[in-house]
């Protein structure tokens, strides 16, 4: 039986109603399709927390730059479904640009605390695009829990503070990065690596796990943890550092020099090979 594709946010809602009017709990997978593992996982862990789980897929233009990928992102839907089918997803929710803004939509949600930092400080407007579109996800679908990976690690946390600040009735679940077997991060545009680059790509959690070692060995100082990453990512000549920094999980307000016992700290990267921009993170304590 094939999984319910829906199209607005009217079939969304009511579809949803007669879920909860059961007494079931919904969880949410909002992606931009192109799926891999790693979305699959999220569906499979909230299927553990719910009856049901919606997964939406909306490549959302408000998120690009007017030189980011926004026309070359992969949209591969049939496939997409394909996937899903494997895993319990109940139904798929895919508004087109219209349906998500109608004309003369002029209303973005933007924190003014986070929206600069990281990827933000190279990204102007994307994560108010972000917190934008998954707000609007949330009020389609009403869900009770919403999941999302820790490989893009600035934007969970800031979708956690959104539903805090919002007063949201949903609980945010967080998901370790899935990787391939030899380190790198699964994402859809892994697709744009090259044979040569995608052999080169593992050397950025590479220098990620060597800087965790070092923490664990005992190395506290961020200028030497940044270092240690820098000298993995420096064997590949067409890779570049975009920025390197270590920050604390909870709050992401950054840390410099010697790391106060009891903060958690996450080193958070982005590296550009040639013309792919591919970002991680790993945190040092866990």
Known sequence: MSIPTILTIKEMRQLVWRWKSDDKRVGFVPTMGALHSGHLKLVEHLSEHCEKVVVSIFVNPLQFGPNEDFSRYPRTLPDDLRLLETVKADAVFCPNSSEIYPKGFQTIVSNKELSGRLCGQFRPGHFDGVLTVVNKLFQAVSPNFAAFGK?????????????????????????????????????????????????????????????????????????????????????????????????????????????????????????????????????LGV
């Open 151 to 283: 490989k893009d690690f600035q934007q969970f946390k800031m979708i956690q503070r959104m539903v805090t600040d919002f007063c949201m009735p949903i609980e945010v679940l967080g998901m370790e990065t899935i990787r391939e077997q030899d380190g790198l991060a699964l994402s859809s545009r892994n697709r744009y690596l090259s044979s040569e680059q995608r052999e080169q790509a593992p050397l950025i959690f590479a220098g990620l796990n060597d800087a965790k070692k070092a923490w664990k060995a005992g190395e506290k100082t961020t200028a030497k943890l940044t270092e240690i990453f820098q000298l993995s990512v420096s064997k590949c000549n067409e890779m570049k550092i975009q920025y390197c920094d270590i920050v604390d999980s909870e709050n992401l307000n950054p840390l410099d020099g010697i790391i106060e016992e009891g903060i958690a700290p996450v080193m958070i990267v982005a590296v550009v090979y040639n013309d792919v921009r591919l970002i991680d993170n790993l945190e």
